[in-house]
């Protein structure tokens, strides 16, 4: 099993970034699919998430209206959009992935989990 996050990057506040994750070895159709980030010192936090077919998301209050989450399932790719970027969204990003159909904001209850990819924002 293997999730790999790229995109990440330094950015401007107010600027974009399109974070992707590419899954292999499991059937990642099956899963539901999250995005969680750590900051420095911080504890890891929930971003957002999306049910295996893509017709539901889930997003933490503070990037609602900021971040989409998206997947492809014929690519096997998971997509986290994220507009108007703020300092304080500056972390470490991972995608991780979650068998069954109830939603959890839980990081324990993760199956799979990547290995990251910086985001900074900065002037």
């Known amino acids: 099993v293997q999730l790999v996050e790229s995109g990440g990057g330094l950015v401007q506040p107010g600027g974009s970034l399109r974070l992707s994750c590419a899954a292999s070895?499991?059937?990642?159709?099956?899963?539901?699919m999250y995005w969680v980030r750590q900051a420095p010192g911080k504890e890891r936090e929930f971003v957002g998430g999306?049910?295996?077919?893509?017709?539901?998301?889930n997003y933490r209050d503070s990037v609602k209206g900021r971040f989409t989450i998206s997947r492809d399932n014929a690519k096997n790719t998971l997509i986290l959009q994220m507009n108007s970027l703020k300092p304080e969204d500056t972390a470490i990003y991972y995608c991780?992935?979650?068998?069954?159909?109830?939603?959890?904001?839980?990081?324990?209850?993760?199956?799979?989990w990547g290995q990251g990819t910086q985001v900074t924002v900065s002037l």
């Open positions: 991780a992935a979650k068998g069954g159909y109830m939603w959890s904001i839980k990081g324990e209850d993760y199956d799979y």
């Open positions: 070895g499991f059937t990642f159709s099956s899963y539901q």
């Open positions: 999306i049910t295996q077919s893509g017709r539901n998301t």
